[in-house]
């Protein structure tokens, strides 16, 4: 009879033993690191992201994501449509132990989770899982090249925006803002109407590549308050700021 009770005792151990180790292994989803090759060892992950997110209340959010060597961040946000719609966040981000993620921690709001691939960055949902819908690719954010760049006549990717007391270009590959003058003809406010519309939402951007020259900082009126004061040479493109359209593709 003892020895019946042992070894039923030690079936239960085992079962139990097996189960537990079967549920660790479930909850345990981390990526197997071959030779610590994870994406903050092995890529080039610093630089300036671009993408073009879902919006349930307006026709998409422009993002733009730059991240720093030294693990701050730089974020501008534009809900189109929306007249209150553009924001701006910094703070830290930080990779989680996998090595494959980061979690960007603003100084206000709340934190977002993104994965970490070559030139790339896909933002997760609150539970850190990647949209499985027909609306996965816009959550792609894409590594813009060329993150240092010179104002040169080649063309220039880049968000332009115009409106009263407002004229902008912020190119794609950077978070700086700078003034933009018309041509003499006023060409290019006329192409801009001629995408966002004549009544549109107030500072609606839109997608431009242009050519232009660097005329240096403006000592006075609204061009003042900006980095320095570009000259349009040409006008390569210029499109409604859309899904297909936008600073990551």
């Known amino acids: 009879m003892k020895t ?50 879902p919006c349930a209340s307006c026709p998409g959010i422009a993002i733009t994501l730059q991240l720093n060597s030294d693990k701050t961040f730089a974020q501008h946000t534009i809900y189109l449509g929306e007249k209150e719609g553009y924001f701006t966040d910094k703070g830290t981000f930080a990779f989680t132990k996998d090595g494959y993620h980061i979690v960007v921690s603003p100084e206000k709001g709340t934190k977002t989770r993104y994965t970490v691939g070559e030139n790339r960055l896909i933002m997760l949902d609150k539970d850190g899982k990647e949209n499985a819908t027909e609306l996965a690719p816009m959550y792609e954010l894409s590594k813009t090249a060329g993150t240092d760049f010179a104002l040169t006549d080649k063309p220039i990717k880049g968000l332009l925006t115009l409106g009263h007391e407002v004229s902008t270009f912020r190119p794609c590959n950077s978070l700086t803002t700078y003034w933009i003058n018309d041509f003499s003809d006023g060409r290019l406010t006329k192409r801009y109407r001629q995408q966002v519309g004549p009544t549109p939402t107030p500072y609606t951007p839109a997608i431009a590549e242009l050519a232009v020259k660097d005329m240096g900082k403006a000592k006075e009126g609204f061009a003042e308050s900006y980095e320095s004061v570009l000259q349009p040479l040409k006008i390569h493109s210029l499109k409604q700021l859309s899904p297909e359209n936008h600073c990551g593709n």
Do not use: M
Request: charged letters at 20%.
């Open 4 to 53: 019946k009770l042992i070894v039923l005792l030690s079936a239960v151990l085992t079962v139990l033993g097996c189960s537990t180790y079967s549920q660790q292994g479930e909850e345990r989803q981390e990526p197997i690191i071959a030779d610590g090759h994870t994406s903050e060892i092995s890529l080039d992950w610093d630089g300036v992201y671009n993408g073009f997110l």
